[in-house]
DNA sequence: GATACATGGTGTAATTGGTACACAATTGTA
DNA sequence: TACAATTGTGTACCAATTACACCATGTATC
C-alpha cells in the first residue's frame, strides 16, 4: 500500500504518460533446478504478492509496454512475450480502489479508476534474470509454481490462464527454447514439459519422440558432475525448431 | 463519415457512457450453403467495409459490452463468443483520428483519442441473424469468404487473426455445433471444416471419424431434394461435444 | 419404368505412429 | 571392484490414420 505522499507523487507522473483504464499484468516464467517459477513482486509492508505489471504509455504500442515493464523487473531488454487475454472485469481491482478511495479527490486518484489488464505471458532463461522490485514493493523473486503464495486481485486468474495457454500452445510457440539454456539435457527438457503438460512421460519415447523432430542438436559434450551416468547436452536448432511450429509439432501431447 | 452533427450528437452521448481508448471490434463467423461468411458493415456514403464494433460502458464487463454491441448488429440474445486478441498499435486508428481532427475541439473529439480493440470472435447460426446497421453505416450484411472487399483500418489483421484463431481452437471449442443449424448432414459438417482448416478433406475418413468421437446424433430423417442420394441429418450430442472438447478431439486435423 | 449418373454410406488392407517394455552403457560411491 | 541409479537404444505390440474399393440411393433422361 502506498502512502498518501507516494500516492500523490505517483499522480503527478502517470496522470500525464499513461492511458487511462489499461494496465498490463505478466506471468513471467522461469525454469530452474527442474522446477516451474513464476515472477513474483511483493508489496511494500504488507504480505501481498502480485504479478509485475504496470501501464501503456499514450502513444506507446502496447506490446512495447509490456517489454518496458519486463525489463525494469527483469534487466533483460528482448524478452519472448505474448499476449494472451485481456481481463476486463469491473470489479477486478475494486480492492485498489476502495484502499486509495478516501485518500485523493477523484480526478487526481490514478488507482481509483477501473482498469482493463492485458495478460502477457513471458518466457525467460532463469540465469539471465535480475529481478528488482517497483515502487510499490519491497521483494521482487521467483516462487516455484508449488509454492505459490496468496495472489492479489485477479491475479490469481491472470496466472491460471497463462499456465492454461502454456499448456495449448506448447506445440506451436518455442517454448522450449524460451525457457531453457542453451545447452540442456534430454531430462532437464522433459521436465519441462512434465510441469507445463502436469503429467508424467515415458523417458524414452520422450527422448525418441524430441530426436524424431529435427529440433535438437546433440552436442559432443556431457552435463558431467550428477552421481550417474552424464546425459547428453543439447541445443536446440532454432531453425528447424521454428519451421517444425508453424505446422505444429505433430499431433501433440 | 460522420457530419460535424453527427458527431457532436454522438459525443454528447458516448463521451459520458463509453471507457476512452478501449473498442470492441467482432469477427461474426456464418455458414450458409457451404461457404463461410463474415458480417461487416458499409459506411454511409462511402465504399467502405467494416467489422461491427462499439465501446465499452464504463461499468459493464468487457464480455457483456460485445454481446451488447452483437445483439444490437444480429437481433441474437445469447451469442457464442470468444475474446481472442488485443490490437494495440497507437496508429491503427490513424484514419479516423485525421479524418476527424479539424471537426470538434479535442476534449469534445470522441474519435481523435487512440482506441485499443479488444478482438471478439462470434459463432452465429446463420438464419438466426437478422443484419442490422448502426449509425454510421448504411449497409449490414454477410459476406462471402471468397468474396471480401477491402477492409477499413486495421480490420484486415483483426478479421485474418480470427481465422487463424478459429483453426488453431478446432479442437477445443464447440465451433461446429455453433455455426451448423441444428440439423445438418455430414458433408455440410465437412465443408465447414474444409474451409476453415483451408484443406480438402477425404470424405470417407472425415465421416467415420467424426462418428469416433461420439458427439453427433444420427437422425432418423435424411435431406431430400438433392438431385442424388438423401444423406442423413445429425445433430450434435451437445454432452457429449463437450466433454470431448475438454480433452481435445484426439489429435486434431 | 429401366437406366445412367452423381452423390452418400460402409468396409478393409497397408502404413504410420504411439505405447510399453527389455536391456546395455555409464557414472560416482560404498 | 561391485553396486545403485540413471541414461541411451532397440523392439514388439497396439491404435489410429490413410488410401482405397464397392455398394446404396435418389433424380433425371429416355
Redesign the interface.
Known amino acids: 500500500m502506498l502512502t498518501k505522499q507516494q500516492l500523490e507523487e505517483f499522480w503527478a507522473e502517470a496522470g500525464k504518460i499513461y492511458?487511462?483504464?489499461?494496465s498490463i499484468d505478466c506471468v513471467v516464467f522461469g525454469f530452474h533446478e527442474g522446477q516451474m517459477k513464476v515472477l513474483m513482486l511483493k508489496s511494500n509492508n504488507e504480505d501481498a504478492w502480485y504479478l509485475p505489471g504496470g501501464f501503456?504509455r499514450?502513444?506507446?504500442?502496447?506490446?512495447n509496454a509490456a517489454d518496458r515493464i519486463l525489463k525494469e523487473r527483469t534487466g533483460i531488454d528482448e524478452i519472448f512475450l505474448q499476449?494472451f487475454?485481456?481481463f476486463?472485469?469491473?470489479d477486478r481491482s475494486k480492492i485498489h480502489n476502495e484502499m486509495y478511495k478516501d485518500m485523493l479527490p477523484e480526478e487526481k486518484n490514478f488507482f481509483g479508476q477501473?482498469f482493463?489488464s492485458?495478460g502477457y505471458y513471458a518466457l525467460v532463461d532463469f540465469f539471465n534474470v535480475n529481478p528488482t522490485p517497483d515502487v510499490f514493493s519491497e521483494v521482487c523473486t521467483w516462487r516455484d509454481l508449488n509454492d505459490l503464495p496468496k495472489f492479489q486481485l485477479d491475479h490469481e486468474l491472470i496466472f491460471k490462464t497463462a499456465l492454461d495457454t502454456l499448456r495449448?500452445q506448447l506445440n506451436?510457440q518455442p517454448i522450449g527454447y524460451n525457457l531453457m539454456p542453451r545447452e540442456f539435457t534430454m531430462p532437464e527438457l522433459q521436465k519441462l514439459y512434465e510441469t507445463i503438460l502436469d503429467t508424467k512421460l515415458d523417458r524414452r519415447n520422450f527422448q525418441r519422440r524430441m530426436l524424431g523432430f529435427g529440433i535438437l542438436n546433440k552436442l559432443e559434450t556431457t552435463r558431467k558432475g550428477g552421481a550417474h551416468k552424464a546425459p547428453y547436452l543439447y541445443s536446440f536448432d532454432l531453425e528447424n525448431y521454428q519451421a517444425a511450429l508453424k505446422e505444429?509439432l505433430k499431433?501433440?501431447w
Chains 1, 2 share one sequence.
Do not use: A, F, T
Open positions: 492511458l487511462n483504464h489499461i501503456v499514450k502513444q506507446e504500442p502496447i506490446d499476449q487475454h485481456v476486463g472485469d469491473p477501473r482493463i492485458i495449448l506451436y505444429g499431433s501433440g
